[in-house]
């Protein structure tokens, strides 16, 4: 079909959750339940869209992007509207498109006023997060980079408290800080390099030949990344905001919008610049071992279950930047599947933290109680994803916290031994609030009469368990995927490594000098290709 062709399927990924926008703006009013039935169908057909990208992009490929789709944009400034994808790319447009179909459908009976400005506003939010993921040139990143802010803005402020105001402009200038300090990089950048063309400035990376300037721009990218992860002191608003935005939008803020952060870092900061990476690296893995233990410390403190998430998932990202800025391909591997995990486990618990809510009205774990007799469906999917969260075996976290930690403890053994501090503190604190919530000491009277999971809730909530469930018990696909894109990273920041096998089983060839190349290396998991 031509719009799956290799020319136009990734176009039409991302204009399908805006043409879904259009037809609503278009809608008139008080067509509540019309307009649900277009807005599922479109967060549907989004995702549906999306899976011949399974199929069609080859991991063996040469060429390190795929489905190159080039246009002009500003032709005097050289901008050009170009998309392209590789496995990392990939991976994350798909659980865009995915977490994007389950926010929407989760919100059928949460929201009862202003559907048509709600569905249109997370089609938005979806069409920019999708554009962040396909982006090939600096400009056009930097545009849906921005853009992200204006509908994740007015989801947190829709209700019109105060406290959502206040979550909001908070959200809004944390991340536009950070965001004009990449502004200025980029155009730093253009000035140094004459093009916006991320393929040719990955392959003339800023090293130390080129002076301080790649410090300083490195620098610029780090900070807007950072403050989008978030990584540690960056945090303040996430708390805030999950807390006080709609359960779908939440999702899709701790989902995905969060993984643009660590995006950005894997796909610009480190092999754009990789001397300045290493001359920095000491800071950030410090700041995400901080983020770590800092993180699940501060879980234990919480009363509200969407801030509970919210400090849980400072500590699982900051888990993934670990994995990062080890700068190993097992780390590298561990941090894309650990944020996938991540978007598919939390955002399963603030679906859950939504239904609550929309039962009581209230996300104070201390109005809760005993709710496993009134609600067993819930008692037992809450469970699932409280375990799925915390990297219990055979869920995708677990395959995702042991990469990372391998990945570390190839470096230095303490930054493993940090890392499992506050992952056990994480692991508590969940089994903590859960016990609390379904089997507390006292039941609310109030929760006595509870309706259990319909059925659209209970498929929503399977489906996110089913594929952590899947990533767990056979990761090789994701594997497989990311093969590319790592081995790309790893030579970047370490140029005499043409190979990485012998980096993911050495112990101590991350600081030495170069090694003769060995044989192409074959998956992490020991299958062939």
């Known amino acids: 079909m031509f719009f799956f062709s290799e020319h136009h399927i990734l176009s039409t990924v991302l204009f399908t959750p805006l043409v879904g926008a259009l037809v609503l703006l278009f809608m008139p009013h008080g067509l509540g339940d019309l307009q649900r039935k277009v807005a599922n169908a479109f967060g549907l057909l989004g995702f549906i869209v999306s899976l011949p990208l399974l199929w069609k992009s080859k991991s063996a490929s040469a060429e390190p992007f795929q489905f190159?789709?080039?246009?002009?944009?500003?032709?005097?400034?050289?901008?050009?509207?170009?998309?392209?994808?590789?496995?990392?790319?990939?991976?994350?447009?798909?659980?865009?498109?995915?977490?994007?179909?389950?926010?929407?459908?989760?919100?059928?009976?949460?929201?009862?006023?202003?559907?048509?400005?709600?569905?249109?506003?997370?089609?938005?939010?979806?069409?920019?997060?999708?554009?962040?993921?396909?982006?090939?040139?600096?400009?056009?990143?930097?545009?849906?980079?921005?853009?992200?802010?204006?509908?994740?803005?007015?989801?947190?402020?829709?209700?019109?408290?105060?406290?959502?105001?206040?979550?909001?402009?908070?959200?809004?200038?944390?991340?536009?800080?950070?965001?004009?300090?990449?502004?200025?990089?980029?155009?730093?950048?253009?000035a140094h390099r004459g093009t916006f063309d991320v393929r040719e400035i990955l392959l003339h990376p800023f090293t130390a030949q080129d002076g301080h300037v790649g410090n300083w721009l490195f620098v610029g990218f780090v900070l807007a990344f950072a403050v989008r992860v978030p990584m540690f002191p960056f945090h303040r608003w996430l708390p805030d905001a999950l807390a006080e935005a709609p359960a779908a939008a939440a999702l899709l803020l701790a989902?995905?919008?969060?993984?643009?952060?660590?995006?950005?870092?894997?796909?610009?900061?480190?092999?754009?610049?990789?001397?300045?990476?290493?001359?920095?690296?000491?800071?950030l893995v410090g700041l995400s071992l901080i983020a770590v233990v800092y993180g699940a410390l501060i879980c234990v403190a919480q009363k509200d279950l969407a801030r509970l998430l919210a400090y849980s998932s400072i500590s699982q990202m900051g888990l993934g930047t670990l994995g990062i800025f080890a700068l190993t391909p097992m780390g590298l591997y561990g941090s894309v599947i650990l944020q996938v995990s991540h978007g598919l486990a939390t955002g399963a618990l603030l679906l859950v933290t939504g239904i609550l809510y929309e039962r009581?009205?209230?996300?104070?774990?201390?109005?809760?109680?005993?709710?496993?007799?009134?609600?067993?469906?819930?008692?037992?999917?809450?469970?699932?994803?409280?375990?799925?969260?915390?990297?219990?075996?055979?869920?995708?976290?677990?395959?995702?916290e042991l990469t990372i930690l391998h990945g570390a403890y190839e470096v230095r053994w303490y930054w493993a031994a940090w890392s499992l501090l506050g992952v056990i503190l994480a692991a508590g604190s969940l089994l903590w609030f859960y016990q609390r919530v379904m089997f507390g000491a006292e039941a609310n009277p109030a929760n006595t009469d509870w309706l259990d999971l319909d059925r659209r809730e209970l498929a929503l909530l399977l489906s996110l368990i089913l594929l952590s469930l899947w990533i767990g018990l056979y990761p090789t696909p994701l594997f497989r995927a990311l093969q590319r894109?790592?081995?790309?990273?790893?030579?970047?920041?370490?140029?005499?490594?043409?190979?990485?096998?012998?980096?993911?089983?050495?112990?101590?060839?991350?600081?030495?000098?170069?090694?003769?190349?060995?044989?192409?290396?074959?998956?992490?998991?020991?299958e062939a290709k």
């Open 255 to 283: 989902g995905v919008v969060l993984k643009t952060g660590a995006y950005g870092l894997l796909r610009f900061s480190v092999p754009m610049f990789p001397d300045a990476m290493w001359k920095f690296r000491s800071l």
């Open 485 to 526: 894109p790592v081995e790309n990273i790893v030579s970047a920041v370490h140029p005499e490594f043409r190979s990485t096998a012998h980096l993911r089983l050495g112990t101590s060839g991350y600081e030495t000098a170069a090694r003769t190349p060995a044989p192409k290396p074959t998956l992490p998991t020991g």
């Open 68 to 190: 190159i789709a080039d246009a002009s944009w500003i032709p005097s400034l050289g901008v050009h509207f170009r998309l392209g994808v590789d496995g990392l790319s990939v991976v994350l447009v798909l659980l865009t498109t995915l977490l994007g179909a389950i926010a929407i459908a989760s919100s059928w009976s949460a929201i009862q006023t202003r559907e048509k400005e709600y569905y249109i506003l997370l089609l938005l939010l979806q069409t920019t997060v999708l554009g962040v993921f396909m982006s090939l040139d600096l400009v056009l990143f930097y545009a849906f980079w921005e853009l992200m802010l204006v509908p994740m803005y007015f989801l947190i402020v829709a209700g019109g408290s105060e406290n959502q105001a206040s979550a909001a402009i908070k959200f809004f200038l944390y991340s536009l800080a950070g965001s004009v300090l990449m502004l200025l990089a980029i155009l730093a950048v253009y």
């Open 360 to 400: 009581r009205g209230t996300g104070l774990i201390s109005e809760f109680g005993r709710l496993a007799k009134p609600m067993p469906k819930l008692a037992a999917i809450y469970a699932a994803v409280t375990l799925a969260s915390l990297g219990l075996p055979l869920f995708g976290a677990f395959i995702g």
